[in-house]
T-cell receptor, first 113, second 115 residues
Framework: AQKVTQAQTEISVVEKEDVTLDCVYE???????LFWYKQPPSGELVFLIR??????QNEISGRYSWNFQKSTSSFNFTITASQVVDSAVYFC??????????FGGGTRLMVKP | DAGVTQSPTHLIKTRGQQVTLRCSPK?????VSWYQQALGQGPQFIFQ???????QRGNFPDRFSGHQFPNYSSELNVNALLLGDSALYLC??????????????FGPGTRLTVT
């Protein structure tokens, strides 16, 4: 069985603050893929990043960065200099031997002006 | 290039009725997955279709069934609706069949309300 835990249910920050969203996963597979999705109020899940279990290199894309640590089974997401448009629900997800995505419960991020 | 489309956008049904939701995958994608997202929760995997067959299924009862057509579009059918079936139903598509490396792209969802 696999599991994804996002312990932070809701986070509120003021614009321009940095914020980190935590994700911890459980799986018995040695090969797996981790994802982050953003869900704005419109409801559509927007793909942000994919990382496979063999690649622990951190990644930066503009104001977004991801820290994958296999030793702690974590895949954390940091937004630098947050903006109001970043307000959304963010989901971490795991995909292993099967083709199904297992999602965490999501973290609602509110960025206030 | 059109993304994943779903219809209808919203739907209201009565307990015991049956419903059919539709999904057209992103151009070039041949695999369709369906998810149920209850309010305030993460999406839960229902099943996945590839080559017109159900390839994997999550922990959902047989009341949930599906179909994939030769053009890769898909339908989700739910029979004997329960109040607990009220949720946002998301369709996702991906290329590459069983190759699990590819990310799934999601449609806007169908909001189903059962009264």
């Amino acid at each position: 069985a696999q599991k994804v835990t996002q312990a932070q249910t809701e986070i509120s920050v003021v614009e321009k603050e940095d914020v980190t969203l935590d994700c911890v996963y459980e799986t018995r597979d040695t090969t797996y893929y981790l994802f982050w999705y953003k869900q704005p109020p419109s409801g559509e899940l927007v793909f942000l990043i994919r990382r496979n279990s063999f690649d622990e290199q951190n990644e930066i894309s503009g104001r977004y960065s991801w820290n994958f640590q296999k030793s702690t089974s974590s895949f954390n997401f940091t937004i630098t200099a947050s903006q109001v448009v970043d307000s959304a629900v963010y989901f971490c997800a795991l995909r292993n031997a099967g083709n199904m995505l297992t999602f965490g419960g999501g973290t609602r991020l509110m960025v206030k002006p | 290039d059109a993304g994943v489309t779903q219809s209808p956008t919203h739907l209201i049904k009565t307990r015991g009725q049956q419903v059919t939701l539709r999904c057209s995958p992103k151009s070039g994608h041949d695999t369709v997955s369906w998810y149920q997202q209850a309010l305030g929760q993460g999406p839960q995997f229902i099943f996945q279709y590839y080559e017109e067959e159900e390839r994997q299924r999550g922990n959902f009862p047989d009341r949930f069934s599906g179909h994939q057509f030769p053009n890769y579009s898909s339908e989700l059918n739910v029979n004997a609706l329960l109040l607990g079936d009220s949720a946002l139903y998301l369709c996702a598509s991906s290329p590459g069949g069983r190759i699990r490396a590819y990310e799934q792209y999601f449609g806007p969802g169908t909001r189903l309300t059962v009264t």
